[in-house]
């Protein structure tokens, strides 16, 4: 394949202008940076997030969750090469520490970013099979910022990492693949590498891990796994998929042993109390199950059961409130309606507890509050 790198003019640019190439949407690529009137590239020998931080915001995006990618994944820059620090709260790119690279930055080195936007298709940790022979086997790879990018086996990656992934993804402990690239050559960035589980986590980054996106890794090294499907379903049984943690999902219903979504039109927590209840978590209440519309757990596939649906809260299953046509056509799969269950536990937050995410120091940052053992945002509607 043959491509051209056209030179911007000197005089095209003002300093601390930023724009990514080579990303394909405006949200990653290659950074470009302009100073003394002219653009260049940055050497990600040293790229932080705390940089990358900086560099999304200029762009308009959010600081929290900015990813640094070291290594030239979107293609090379062009013009000088400077080295750059930021700590994560200067307004601008030339508030940073910077210089003109003196010393040899290569070609494979020149940095790119990873911004989160507005309205990711996918939500942080959740992960899919692909190429395979059925959906429970295939090459694995994780969402972050939007983006679904590869996971790196190496030499970590074996039956413990297998079956984490088969867990979070609702099916049965399988294997680790370790035949090189047996499901294709994925494509985009590594984003997690050096995957460490004990076997018994319910989500791939409740591993150890390396930085995300922080390490270049061969496509022939890319992380697969064997999964096995479980028994078909028993009519009326629910499950959650797509959480990042056991209590929480899109909920799927089993009707003539095929899984289905359920439309949110309609859909609260009293509904979600009964499925909380179905699914064995104790002492349930609809003051403590919280319904999640709006297919926050990613879309689901097949047929949307029930519309519409109304329970009473006493109900031992979902299949026994009433709903409306399974075959409404004013529901798609983004309206896959979902539950968060209470849990308690050791290791769970405390309801209410509060805390400051991704500043630069323990007084500020992102608010997260705890709910039902999982940390979630706070909107800024009305925020002052």
């Known amino acids: 394949d043959v491509g051209v790198v056209c030179q911007v003019p000197d005089h095209s ?82 508030q940073c520490l910077h210089s003109t ?9 020149h940095a790119a970013v990873l911004c989160k936007p507005t309205n990711p298709a996918c939500r942080d940790g959740q992960i899919r099979l692909v190429n395979g022979t059925s959906r429970a086997v295939g090459r694995v790879e994780v969402c972050f910022n939007g983006e679904w990018g590869r996971v790196c086996g190496g030499g970590s990656w074996d039956n413990r990492e297998a079956n984490v992934v088969c867990r979070q993804l609702g099916f049965m402990p399988g294997n680790a693949t370790t035949q090189p690239a047996r499901y294709g050559k994925g494509s985009g960035v590594s984003l997690l590498d050096q995957v460490v589980c004990h076997g018994n986590e319910t989500s791939l980054l409740s591993c150890t891990h390396a930085q995300v996106g922080s ?31 056991q209590n929480e999902g899109r909920v799927e219903m089993c009707i003539g042993g095929q899984w289905g979504t359920i439309c949110d039109h309609g859909w609260n927590s009293t509904a979600a109390e009964v499925v909380c ?26 047929r949307i059961w029930f519309d519409q649906v109304r329970c009473h809260g006493d109900e ?39 805390r400051l995410a991704n500043g630069t120091s323990s007084n500020e940052g992102r608010v997260e509050v705890c709910y039902n053992c999982v940390w979630g945002t706070v909107c800024d509607s009305g925020w002052n």
């Open 101 to 109: 690279t003196t010393s040899s930055c290569p070609q494979s080195s």
């Open 316 to 354: 031992p299953s979902l299949l026994q409130c009433t709903h409306s046509s399974t075959l409404s056509r004013t529901c798609s799969h983004s309206n896959d309606a979902g539950v968060l269950c209470p849990v308690t536990g050791q290791h769970c937050c405390v309801n209410g507890d509060v």
């Open 215 to 245: 390490r270049e890794c061969t496509y022939q090294q890319d992380a697969s796994a064997t999964c096995i499907e479980p028994a078909p379903c028993v009519n009326g049984s629910v499950h959650l998929q797509g959480g990042r943690v």
């Open 277 to 302: 209840r179905q699914l064995g978590f104790p002492n349930i209440t609809a003051a403590l199950a919280i319904a999640i519309p709006h297919a926050s757990y990613g879309v689901g596939t097949g």
């Open 13 to 94: 640019c003002r300093n601390g202008e930023v724009h990514l190439i080579g990303g394909g949407t405006k949200n990653k690529g290659t950074v470009q940076v302009c100073f003394n009137q002219q653009y260049g590239t940055i050497c990600g020998e040293r790229l932080s997030n705390s940089t990358a931080s900086v560099i999304c915001a200029s762009l308009g995006y959010s600081r929290a969750g900015a990813i640094a990618i070291p290594h030239t994944i979107y293609g090379i820059g062009i013009g000088p090469v400077h080295n750059m620090s930021c700590n994560g709260t200067e307004r601008n790119i030339t």
